[in-house]
T-cell receptor
Framework: GENVEQHPSTLSVQEGDSAVIKCTYS??????FPWYKQELGKRPQLIID?????GEKKDQRIAVTLNKTAKHFSLHITETQPEDSAVYFC?????????????FGKGTLLTVNP | ETGVTQTPRHLVMGMTNKKSLKCEQH?????MYWYKQSAKKPLELMFV???????ENNSVPSRFSPECPNSSHLFLHLHTLQPEDSALYLC??????????????FGPGTRLTVL
């Protein structure tokens, strides 16, 4: 089955700096890569995703890049703000017929220091 | 109410109790999921239902029994649980077709403590 590795497990940056979180996956058939943000005590929320037909996607201060050859994808947050502090999860999806399932990385605790 | 809702939000039970978790989605999705989130572990997929049919059981012990009466409701029946089953149980739903297929939306979770 799919295996997703996520690094780093913790990341501390100063407000205004950029943050980068990286994930690798094992199943070359994976074709959907979402990122979730989970604030303390809250539900995971989808913040951005990318499908295998594009290499990069951007939404304001957040961007995701995908390298299918190397089987890795990354989350980039620019101009970080204290409210970006949360745990971020990457995931990879394999789809077989009508069955979709996400395999998650272990998460990255991002702390943005004011 | 919109989105994905879960009840109860917190549950404390003994190992001999029987309880049920409920999930409801108001997004018109056709797939629903149960996940377990433990401290320092990734989100673990437990069950997947597509159009009320179970399509995935990720080697979950039989003390967890899911039920999906329709595409909007999902239950997780619990009996004779162990203390290591204490975790946050998250429900999610997603569409099965269209441009947003497999975009999973999570409920707030049920924090379960097994004594």
């Amino acid at each position: 089955g799919e295996n997703v590795e996520q690094h780093p497990s913790t990341l501390s940056v100063q407000e205004g700096d950029s943050a980068v979180i990286k994930c690798t996956y094992s199943d070359s058939a994976s074709n959907y890569f979402p990122w979730y943000k989970q604030e303390l005590g809250k539900r995971p929320q989808l913040i951005i995703d990318i499908r295998s037909n594009v290499g990069e996607k951007k939404d304001q201060r957040i961007a995701v890049t995908l390298n299918k050859t190397a089987k890795h994808f990354s989350l980039h947050i620019t101009e970080t703000q204290p409210e970006d502090s949360a745990v971020y999860f990457c995931a990879a999806s394999t789809s077989g017929g009508s069955n979709y399932k996400l395999t998650f990385g272990k998460g990255t605790l991002l702390t943005v220091n004011p | 109410e919109t989105g994905v809702t879960q009840t109860p939000r917190h549950l404390v039970m003994g190992m001999t109790n029987k309880k049920s978790l409920k999930c409801e989605q108001h997004l018109g999705h056709n797939a629903m999921y149960w996940y377990k989130q433990s401290a320092k572990k990734p989100l673990e997929l437990m069950f997947v239902y597509n159009f009320k049919e179970q399509t995935e059981n990720n080697s979950v012990p039989s003390r967890f029994s899911p039920e999906c009466p329709n595409s909007s409701h999902l239950f997780l029946h619990l009996h004779t649980l162990q203390p290591e089953d204490s975790a946050l149980y998250l429900c999610a739903s997603s569409p099965l077709g269209g441009p947003s297929y497999n975009e999973q939306f999570f409920g707030p979770g049920t924090r379960l403590t097994v004594l």
